[in-house]
């Protein structure tokens, strides 16, 4: 079987750890910790990082250290964590019939407003490095008919926290503009509420940290 890059490779290097431990038992015996090998799901997607959220739950044993095996390969440490928050954008109108009910305020459009509102107020290259991405659009259940609700997925990453959230606030007033925009010249009102459905702080481990030397030496 073939394992490449993210949770496969660390997958192997996981079980390559167990496996050492197991039969070397000896190299941990006088260990100033004791390893604890954890296989973590829930860290993708809009997991939200409920795996590792749960080990670092208040008022629990926490780990002294972590060691994280992910990634394509062993060519390089990782060392800095991307931050990213995510938002769901959901608009909500009366709906109706494409004909009979023309004029009415229309959600996906609202929510297309808001898309074009957003990208056109980010900052330019210039700071820190950011990404935006709208990966997820839905709403409508007909060609005919003005739909009663439509949504947006949206991703905002960056290395730098205070980025994330300049973003974060750009996004909410493009959200509040593209429905005021809609409801101007709309016969029924559309509104919109934005919810955050993840958050993963950005980071960055010291240089001279007794783990990274040792991931080095390694």
Same mark, same amino acid.
């Given at each position: ?16 750890? *167990? ?25 993708? #997607?809009?997991?939200?990082? &409920? ?9 629990? %044993?926490?780990?002294? @250290?972590?060691? $994280? ?17 995510? =938002?769901?954008? !959901? ?12 004029? %009415? ?16 107020? !980010? +900052?330019?290259? *210039?700071? +820190?490095?950011?990404? =935006? ?5 839905? #709403?409508?259940? &007909?060609?005919? @008919? $003005? ?16 980025? $994330? ?7 909410? /007033? ?13 016969? &029924?009102? !559309?509104? *919109?509420? !934005?919810?955050? $459905? ?9 240089? #001279?940290?007794?783990?990274?030397? /040792?991931?080095?030496?390694?």
């Amino acid at each position: 079987m073939l394992f490449r890059s993210d949770n496969g490779a660390g997958l192997v290097a996981l079980l390559a750890m *167990a496996r050492a431990w197991q039969e070397f038992p000896a190299l941990f015996e006088n260990a100033p910790l004791s390893p604890l090998l954890v296989a973590n799901v829930g860290e993708e #997607g809009e997991g939200n990082l &409920s795996g590792m959220r749960f080990l670092c739950r208040p008022n629990s %044993a926490r780990p002294k @250290s972590f060691l $994280i095996l992910d990634g394509p390969g062993a060519d390089f440490i990782t060392c800095k964590a991307l931050g990213s928050r995510r =938002y769901e954008i !959901v608009i909500t109108g009366q709906g109706g019939h494409s004909w009979n009910d023309h004029g %009415a305020g229309n959600p996906i459009h609202a929510v297309a407003r808001m898309i074009t509102e957003f990208t056109g107020a !980010v +900052p330019g290259d *210039a700071g +820190p490095r950011f990404s =935006y991405n709208f990966g997820l659009l839905q #709403g409508g259940t &007909s060609i005919n @008919s $003005i739909p009663v609700e439509a949504r947006a997925k949206v991703d905002l990453r960056s290395e730098d926290p205070a980025m $994330i959230d300049r973003l974060a606030v750009l996004l909410q /007033s493009a959200v509040e503009r593209a429905v005021e925009a809609e409801n101007a010249s709309a016969s &029924s009102r !559309v509104r *919109a509420t !934005v919810k955050e $459905i993840g958050s993963r702080p950005a980071g960055e481990l010291a240089q #001279g940290t007794p783990i990274l030397e /040792s991931v080095r030496a390694v």
